[in-house]
């Protein structure tokens, strides 16, 4: 767990927006288990959900952006504020737990840099 030779990276912290609501508790396991910030919005932006995502925005390293189950004005307005923060957007269309967990591993073993080129 700990690195005795000073190598030890800082983890970014991973907003999911969008997605299926039923996969959220897995992804925030898997999170906490490999030691990850994670948070999961359902990039709804009426009533206070748009306050809810600035507010996640500015606490986030990289934006996973799930697109399919997303609404066009919860995209624009995740890539928007992510812009203004200077988070890394990843654009996925979809993304279930086993994509999401692989994602997350691939984060940890710094692989996800280069794959958010691919998206």
Same mark, same amino acid.
């Given at each position: 767990m700990g690195s005795t030779n000073g190598d030890k990276r800082r983890l970014p912290h991973v907003a999911f927006i969008g997605g299926h609501?039923?996969?959220?508790?897995?992804?925030?396991?898997?999170?906490?288990?490999?030691?990850?910030?994670v948070e999961?919005?359902?990039g709804h !932006?009426?009533?206070?959900?748009?306050?809810?995502l600035i507010a996640l925005?500015?606490? !986030?390293?990289l934006v996973v952006l799930i697109t399919g189950t997303n609404?066009?004005?919860g995209v624009q307005m995740a890539k928007r504020e992510a812009a203004k923060?200077?988070?890394?957007?990843?654009?996925l269309?979809?993304?279930?737990?086993?994509?999401?967990?692989?994602f997350l591993a691939d984060l940890v073993g710094g692989k996800a840099a280069s794959s958010a080129a691919s998206a």
């Open positions: 609501d039923r996969v959220e508790r897995e992804i925030l396991a898997f999170g906490e288990e490999l030691g990850i910030g999961v919005h359902n !932006t009426g009533g206070n959900g748009k306050s809810r925005m500015h606490r !986030t390293d609404s066009h004005n923060v200077g988070a890394r957007v990843h654009i269309k979809s993304c279930g737990a086993a994509a999401a967990r692989a």
